[in-house]
Each structure stands twice: as C-alpha cells, then as structure tokens.
C-alpha cells in the first residue's frame, strides 16, 4: 500500500478529487494531519465544548464538499482556518452576539477530556491548561492572530488575509498578545524552572 | 519605561523574524548591555516554545471523528495505511506465492519422478519391458546360434551367462540398428580382415531366450569376455536396451518466480497484490534442438508515470503500481548445447489489460534430472500504454528463476 503520510498537501488535495479509496485516504491524512490544530481553534474561539465540536464537524464537511467541487485550494490549514472562521461569525451573527466578546472561559474539564491524559504528567496537564486559559482570556481581535501565529505558524501575511486586517495591525496585535500571555503564565513558568 | 517596552517589542519581533538588519544591530547592542533584556529575551522563547508544544496536545474526541467520517461516508476500514511490507519486499503475499509457487513446483517434480520413470526399466527392441520377464539375478538358458564361435565359446554349448545387470542410466540404440550400422561399416572396411575378425571373433554366438514367448535378441560380444560385465563397454557389445527414456514429444512446462526492478524507481506501490505476484507458468513446443515456441502466463506489476488532465481538466501527473495479469508469446533459441547445460535467448510478447509488453531475455537451462532442468533468466520488459490518446510507456527489468519439465 501508499503512504499517503509523505504526500504534500499540494499533492494530497487534488487527490480528494478522485474516486474511492484514493480520496478516502487522502482525506484521513489531511484530518489526521491537522484535525489537532483546527480543534484548538475551535475550542478557543467557541462558547463551549459542544459549539466548538460542531464548528469542528461542519468546517471539515465543507471542507471536503469544497475540494470534491473543484475549489482550487493552496493552503489546506489556512483554507480549514477560513472555513471555521466563516462558521463562527455566522453563527455569533445568528444569536445576535458581536464578534469583539471577551469569549467565556472554556470549561477546564471539556479541555481536559481533549488531553490524551496518559501521555501528560500532572505538571504538563496543569501548564497546558493555564496556558489554554491565559491566550482564552484574551480579547478575540488579539487572541484569533495569536493562536495562528503560535499555534499554527502562521506568516504575518496569512494572518492579514484571514483576519481581513493590515500586516502591521496584525504583527502589533501578536506582539501585545504574547506580552499578555508570558505576563500571565511568567510567575508559574518560573516556579517550575526554580 | 517607553524605551523598555519598545525594546520588549522588539525582542518579540526579532524572534518572529519581523525586524529588519538596523533594528537587529540596534537590539543586540542592547542585549549585550542589559541584563534585564537578555533575561526577557529567555522568557519569551521559553514561553514561545512551550506554547507550540501544547498545540500538540489537542486532539478531537473520537465521537466527532466518527461522525465526520460517517457524514462524508469515508470508509473506516482504510483508515492510516501503512507502508506495507511490499515496500520492502516482504509483503507476506509475495512470500506466499513464492512458496506456493516452490510446492507447486515440487509436487510436478515428485509426480513425475514416480509415475513417468522406473528402477531399471529396460525394454527389448520390440518395445517390451522387462519388468515383464526379470532377468536381473536370474539366470538364462541359452541357445546356440547357428554360427559357429571359437572352439572355446563352442564347448560353452548350453552355458549360463549370469544375471545382466541394468544399468539405469545407459542410453542405447536400437538393437536392430546397431546391427545394420555394423554390417554397413563392415562393408567398407577390408572385407577380408574384418570378416575374419568377424569369423573368428564376432559372429553372434549366443541368443538369448528372454522369454520364450518372445522373440529373441542376438548377443554379440568378443571372446575376451567370457562373462557379461555390464559394466565394461565393448565396442561392439550391444547388451538389451537398457532404460531408454520415453521418445520426446516436444512438450515442456516451465514455471517461475520473478524478482523485478522497475525503472523509474517506483514511489508508490500497489494498493494490492495478486495471489501469485511475481509468478508465471509457460508451454513450450520443441521445433527443433535449438528452437522453441511457447505461451506464458505470469502475474507481474509495474510503476508508471505520466500526465494528463483530471475530471476538471487541469494538469495532473499520475503514477500508478498496478498489478496484471498478462498473456503473451515467446520465441526461444538455443545458442548453445552442452551436456547439462543450455545457453538460449528469448523473446516474448505480451499483453493484458493495461497495454502491451515486449520483452527481451537471456538464461540458462541446468539439467539436475533427465527432462528436469533449472533455469535462470535475466528479462527487460517494456510496457506500453495509451491514455487521452498519448502513447506512454514504462520499463522493468528482472530475474526470472524456475523449474522446466519436458514431457
């Protein structure tokens, strides 16, 4: 059999095109290759683990109902960004609520039961979760480019065109947030190295 | 305070590549004057690296992936397909085709050792055998012929020659014709010295009653030897046919394995394989000593690359490792006779359902048994197929190793 594992996105999205199995396995190499980072941003730019979950499940469906149609795509992760990004204001736009919410708190065990928990010690689940929580705690217009640009390692550039902003908006915006967060993650981080 | 957090900036920038060489040098002299500064300079890559690591950490519950997979109908079962033994070629069909292939093989062997030939199966001229009247041990009574021998052979009237031991690989010519053969070549010799040779010396001087139900085969030997010894060759000592092999009818079944490397270097491969990857069977047809037709079957891959357009008619490069079933005709020379050994060479052509194949070799035949033979082929096979009416093709070269059973 292939390895689809060393196959390009490039390579692999044009593949979701053909018929079966080639496009089922083109497809679980792209969901297993970035179903993590894409839930991370749904879980930070969602109300509740149930919400996040959905926008998880209905980008994923577009996603792939996109490529299958012969939308030409060059960046997998940055297209599935776009898509959940689409979801989440439409559906804030459909409860009335405004995007510039300070989002509410991710319940922590919802977070938790994302964490394969017998891969972390305690130590490591517990920084992971204040981390979660100090980049949740931010305003969204600060938060959203942070967690593409160290999350996902997202350029400047990328970022601008997502967000629909300008690239030095963005690279400011990222620098405040990353301020923010080491401020609110500096004393436990020192703790542990001391 | 401005000044520090202008430098705390830009330490973030620098580090998300976003400063440009002046800001660089600017931030450096900085750095190497401030200790403050270097200590946030750690922080801040401590707490950038820690971040992205937790990134890792995320991972959607198998419920939601479950009901992905179930909306888009992707099937589970070909979920994360491994590089498969075949990639190393230890795909565990081909090493059950290969043994498949070896007790196929040896059970052909087997069946003809037991059922096509026999321990001392000798025949008569007439086409007896003689299992059908034992002489081995055994002893005969023997007639004198009509001609006379030396007086010591005369006085033998009535002798018993012992038991004539068969030896299970002599190979004989036919009674009869020895005897014409002789008395051809007596012709021309000196008639005077070879008919006194004869006279004194050669004249058959014994028949020997096999079966006195059958016809009898004349005794020729010199008066040298008074006792058979079957194993001493006489020129003209034409003992009973021993053990002849079955007259050829021409036919012969060869069977092989494949061992193929394909160029280009695949990158990909089949997604599955033939119950018997990498085997083939053949007949062939004597025509001559030296030449030979034949049909094969073999169960082969091959990589291919190549361009064309997709459904939505953009540029695409396909590659593919399909496996065939392909059907061809071979033509095969003998360039050289030993022994037990065959030089040949061979050309097949092929096709299946694929494209067509022309394939050019170069072996050996190793006898290891009368009519059994092993042989070793070094083949170069070229495909050629068609696709959005383009002509493409692609090329593998291998070794083809085998039995050969003629029949």
């Keep these: 059999m292939n390895n689809y594992q060393i196959y390009s996105d490039a390579e692999l999205l044009p593949l979701i095109r053909e018929n079966k199995p080639v496009c089922d396995f083109a497809f679980d190499t792209l969901y297993k290759r970035y179903s993590g980072k894409l839930h991370s941003y749904c879980l930070f730019h969602s109300k509740n683990r149930v919400d ?6 209905d980008t994923w469906v577009k996603f792939y109902l996109n490529i299958k149609s012969g939308n030409k795509v060059d960046n997998a992760l940055s297209f599935l960004v776009t898509i959940a990004r689409n979801i989440i204001i439409d559906n804030a736009r459909s409860s ?92 436990y981080i020192n703790n542990e190295i001391e | 305070m401005g000044e520090a957090m202008n430098y705390s900036d830009k330490i973030v920038e620098f580090l998300d590549g976003d400063l440009s060489a002046v800001e660089e040098n600017e931030l450096f002299s900085m750095l190497a004057a401030d200790n403050s500064l270097r200590g946030e300079l750690k922080s801040v890559i401590n707490i950038n690296s820690k971040i992205r690591n937790s990134s890792e950490y995320y991972h959607p519950s198998p419920d939601i992936t479950a009901s992905i997979y179930k909306d888009l109908k992707i099937d589970t079962n070909l979920i994360t397909p491994n590089i498969s033994a075949s990639a190393r070629g230890l ?50 009574d023997y007639q004198d012929s009509e001609k006379s021998f030396n007086s010591d052979l005369n006085s ?74 079957p194993n001493v060759k006489h020129d003209l000592l034409i003992p009973i046919e021993q053990n002849f092999s079955k007259s050829k009818i021409g036919l012969s079944l060869e069977i092989n394995g494949m061992a193929n490397w394909n160029l280009p270097k695949e990158t990909i491969y089949p997604s599955e394989l033939g119950k018997f990857n990498n085997s083939g069977v053949a007949l062939f047809y004597d025509l001559s000593n030296s030449m030979a037709i034949g049909a094969d079957l073999r169960q082969e891959t091959f990589f291919v690359r190549y361009n064309g357009l997709d459904s939505l008619k953009q540029f695409f490069q396909y590659q593919q490792h399909s496996s065939f079933t392909s059907f061809g005709l071979t033509a095969r020379y003998h360039a050289l006779n030993l022994n037990d050994l065959k030089i040949f060479s061979q050309g097949n052509f092929s096709t299946n359902n694929y494209g067509i194949i022309a394939r050019f070799a170069g072996g050996a035949e190793y006898y290891i048994y009368p009519d059994v033979s092993l042989s070793l082929l070094l083949e170069y096979s070229h495909l050629f197929f068609n696709h959005q009416n383009k002509w493409f093709d692609t090329r593998k070269i291998g070794i083809n190793y085998g039995f050969n059973f003629k029949f």
Excluded at chain 2, 112 to 124: A, Q
Aim: glycine share 4%.
């Design chain 1, 96 to 187: 009335s609520r405004k995007m510039n919410y300070i989002t509410e708190m991710t319940d922590l065990t919802d977070l938790k039961s994302a964490l394969p928990d017998n891969q972390l010690n305690e130590n490591q689940s517990e920084l992971i979760e204040l981390i979660h929580l100090a980049v949740d705690s931010l305003d969204e217009i600060y938060k959203e480019p942070f967690v593409l640009k160290r999350y996902y390692d997202f350029s400047n550039e990328e970022i601008a065109k997502i967000c629909g902003e300008t690239v030095e908006c963005i690279r400011k915006r990222i620098t405040r947030a990353t301020h923010k967060v080491r401020e609110l993650i500096q004393s």
């Design chain 1, 52 to 57: 996040a979950d959905t926008v998880f499940h």
């Design chain 2, 91 to 140: 795909s565990k069909w081909n090493i059950f085709s290969g043994l498949l292939g070896g007790a196929v093989a040896s059970m052909i062997f087997l069946t003809y050792i037991f059922v096509f030939s026999g321990n001392s199966e000798v025949r008569n001229v007439a086409g007896n055998t003689i299992d059908n009247y034992p002489i081995v041990s055994s002893t005969e």
């Design chain 2, 156 to 229: 033998n009237k009535n002798s018993r020659i012992k038991h004539v031991t068969h030896e299970n690989t002599a190979r004989l010519k036919n009674t009869q014709n020895v005897i014409a053969n002789y008395e051809e070549q007596q012709a021309v010799e000196d008639k005077k010295n070879i008919s006194d040779l004869f006279e004194q010396k050669m004249k058959p001087t014994k028949t020997i009653v096999l079966n006195s139900n059958l016809g009898s085969i004349p005794l020729v030997h010199n008066n040298f030897v008074m006792a058979f010894e």
